[in-house]
């Protein structure tokens, strides 16, 4: 856990948004023993390994990321666009497991 020392803890509670639960997200959690989390854009590998150790009290094996382009939609004749996001895949080490129902207690 000495990645929690060098960032601060107030960036750290800020870079983790939301997890992903989506088919594809269960499919890689069963499969890869890794979990998907929705991040800040911003956020870098070692502050998404440190904010997972730090809020949930695991160990991180490895993150991976992807930038994900918003998609354009369209309002009548006027095209926009939805926010680009980042996800995170967080591989843990064996034996780490993170549950989301008793973290909600």
């Known amino acids: 856990m000495s990645a929690v020392i060098k ?12 997890p992903v639960i989506s088919e594809k997200a269960t499919f890689v959690a069963e499969k890869s023993e890794q979990v998907v989390f929705l991040v800040t854009r911003d956020a870098t590998k070692p502050e998404i390994k440190a904010a997972v150790e730090l ?19 369209r309002s009548g004749r ?19 497991e993170i549950n989301f129902n008793e973290e909600a207690k």
Do not use: D, I, W, Y
């Open 78 to 96: 006027f095209m926009g666009r939805r926010n680009h996001t980042k996800r995170a895949f967080v591989c843990l080490k064996p034996g780490q």
């Open 7 to 18: 960032h601060s803890e107030e960036r750290l509670m800020k870079v983790l948004l939301a």
């Open 55 to 73: 809020m949930f009290k695991v160990e991180v094996a490895s993150v991976q990321t992807a930038n994900r382009q918003g998609k354009e939609k």
